[in-house]
């Protein structure tokens, strides 16, 4: 493992100029919204359904010309389950994720409403809004505040205690990148409590309904409705089906985790928000988050968090300005002499993986770095050795 970089120790004013100039950088970018940003999520939506709806053909086509024309079966089937996978992951990454996030509320679109846009998950936008939008966003990568850090399952940090369960962590971890839309849906349920009878199962009940109904619609539409209208070929449909979300919650997953949990990703502790200034949020944020260097089909696919860092300096600015905005971005961090964590994609995710395996077994948190930056709780904390 490489050394973990060193972040300049920063005075209270160079923290402050330092928020001032992204602050600075942002309002310059919202200026320039318009016709541009409105066109392009557009052509997303369009993108969104006219694969969704190409993919869903192809899979009849497979499953049903199969049946007379044997030659059309396997190819069509790919493709179909391919193209549906494709139209999942824009849905979720670069439409859903974004919109919720009320990148596009300036356009007073109510298809395009952070406040109520409703995505093709298993999860409620509501809880997604909470969960992600606020607590996540708001708290990125504070212990006890994030629910994001392992999502109550994973051990990736040696500042969280370790459990003997998190030995299958490596397991658990796998199913979990499989299953990730159903882990979603119900993290903000916090079973853990109910499990702990911190929670009482009346309100649970209670709290399971709207997700329990978005469940029974996600079920009924991919895994029931559409297989039976291609009566009785509807075996491939249904297993097309199955393939797509399962290839859309894997990506997502791998985008997210690399996000994240890369090896030079930090954790906070509590006392790091008391009192937080401007520059000393942009800075949590810079230290718990990690980017992919790739290209436009990465950040297309990614949702454009393939510019993690951009993203929680400004979560709601229209994510296709991230590329143009991470340049200035990666000068400012330069200057200041902080770390701006950037890598290809296998790289990343090696280190995700390296994580999840190494901290499923007990370890110390490394000892607090010295030089921490005046006046910056922040940067007391640290993420121990990857």
């Known amino acids: 493992m490489t050394a973990k970089p060193v972040n300049r120790p920063l005075t209270l004013a160079q923290l402050e100029r330092f928020g001032a100039e992204l602050d600075a950088l942002r309002a310059t970018t919202v200026a320039t919204l318009g016709q541009r940003d409105a066109d392009y999520i557009r052509a997303i939506v369009a993108a969104v ?4 709806f190409g993919g869903r053909a192809l899979l009849f086509v497979g499953a049903i010309g199969g049946a007379f024309l044997p030659v059309l079966f396997w190819p069509a089937c790919i493709a179909g389950t391919l193209l549906l996978a494709l139209s999942k992951i824009l849905e979720n990454m670069e439409l859903g994720h974004n919109v919720m996030h009320g990148q596009y509320d300036w356009m007073r679109d109510p298809h395009l409403d952070g406040k109520t846009y409703e995505w093709d998950i298993a999860g409620t936008g509501d809880n997604w809004r909470k969960t992600h939008n606020f607590q996540h966003h708001t708290w990125t990568n504070v212990r006890g505040m994030d629910d994001d850090i392992g999502y109550g399952l994973l051990r990736l940090f040696p500042e969280q ?3 003997p369960f998190y030995l299958l962590q490596p397991l658990v971890a796998a199913v979990f990148a499989i299953l990730f839309e ?3 849906a119900i993290q903000e349920l916090r079973l853990g409590r109910w ?8 309100t ?5 309904r709207p997700v329990g109904r978005k469940m029974a619609r996600q079920v009924v539409k991919d895994y029931v409705l559409f297989p039976l209208l291609a009566g009785p070929f509807f075996l491939p449909v249904l297993l097309g089906n199955v393939v797509a979300n399962v290839l859309r919650n894997l990506w997502t997953y791998t985008i997210i985790f690399c996000g994240h949990f890369t090896a030079d990703a930090e954790t906070f502790p509590k006392a790091s928000v008391v009192g937080e200034s401007r520059g000393q949020w942009y800075l949590r944020q810079l230290r718990g988050s990690s980017n992919l260097a790739g290209g436009k089909l990465l950040n297309l696919l990614s949702g454009n968090l393939s510019h993690q860092i951009e993203h929680h300096f400004f979560p709601d600015l229209p994510a296709n300005r991230y590329a143009a905005m991470s340049g200035p971005v990666r000068e400012i961090c330069d200057r200041y002499g902080q770390h701006y964590n950037t890598g290809s994609l296998p790289r990343q995710f090696g280190q995700v993986i390296w994580r999840i395996l190494r901290h499923a077994f007990p370890s110390r ?3 607090s770095p010295s030089g921490s930056d005046v006046g910056s709780p922040v940067t007391n904390a640290h993420s121990g050795t990857a």
């Open 49 to 52: 359904r006219y694969t969704g």
């Open 161 to 163: 205690r370790w459990k």
């Open 182 to 184: 159903w882990g979603v």
């Open 195 to 202: 499990f702990a009878g911190k929670v009482s199962t009346a």
């Open 204 to 208: 649970l009940r209670e709290q399971f």
């Open 365 to 367: 948190p490394a000892q």
